[in-house]
């Protein structure tokens, strides 16, 4: 893929996989191995069937799932911008440090811990504000329905976030709109969608090929995102 940064560094070319798109150590295991997965898994299945062509309209199971992965990737980017910080805790000090696989697998199993310092890390602090944090936005966005958008002769970016729109771009021609019909869109609506994404981006953006990418900056065309008056 390629990563264009917003500090005009060099654009780089990473596999999805790679570490620079990992926020590391920000929450505990317990809210990555099982909270953060079981959104993540439904999410790809739904995603997987959008792809595949089996699925071109989300039901209401569909909708929730897509909801709960846009408010994951919102939240933990709100959290990536402003971790927690550390607690100092006034008790007897751990006899020895744990490796970080030790670590990893009593957090799993649901245990809080300090380091040597009497330090308690902000990630235990942090998945419970996830799980607190989700419920909250899952009220507010309850219901919400998501349209399928597809692209014939563009392609779609990926910002780091689209916290100020509810758009969740599914693959380079697949984008989902909340509040928006499923449809096939033109070269200027993706344009627009993609305007917005560089625009709300904070670090970086990414494409298969940003050149096939239009970007639109600062217009709203074909009223996609054109709120009505009054």
């Not at 970016?157 to 100020?164: C, E, G, K, T």
């Not at 509040?179 to 560089?198: C, E, L, T, Y």
């Not at 709300?200 to 494409?207: I, V």
Request: aromatic share 10%; proline share 4%; with cysteine.
């Amino acid at each position: 893929m390629q990563v264009r940064r917003k500090s005009d560094e060099q654009d780089l070319w990473l596999t999805p996989g790679n570490s620079y798109f990992c926020a590391r150590r920000l929450w505990d295991q317990k809210a990555e191995s099982v909270f953060m997965k079981v959104i993540e898994d439904q999410y790809q299945d739904v995603a997987k069937n959008i792809v595949a062509g089996a699925v071109t309209t989300l039901d209401a199971a569909m909708n929730a799932a897509v909801t709960d992965m846009y408010l994951l990737w919102t939240l933990r980017h709100e959290r990536y911008l402003n971790p927690l910080p550390d607690i100092r805790m006034n008790m007897v000090a751990p006899e020895r440090e744990m490796s970080i696989d030790t670590q990893e697998i009593l957090e799993a199993n649901g245990y809080v811990f300090a380091s040597l310092d009497n330090t308690l890390a902000s990630r235990f602090m942090t998945g419970l504000c996830f799980t607190i944090e989700m419920g909250r936005e899952r009220q507010r966005m309850a219901g919400k329905r998501w349209g399928i958008l597809k692209a014939a002769d563009a392609e779609f970016l990926v910002p780091d976030n689209f916290s100020a729109y509810s758009v969740v771009p599914l693959s380079p021609t697949i984008a989902l709109v909340e509040g928006h019909a499923d449809q096939q869109i033109g070269f200027h609506q993706v344009a627009d969608i993609n305007g917005r994404a560089v625009h709300g981006s904070r670090r970086y953006y990414f494409a298969r090929d940003i050149t096939r990418c239009p970007i639109l900056k600062h217009r709203i065309l074909d009223g996609l995102f054109q709120c009505p008056a009054g």
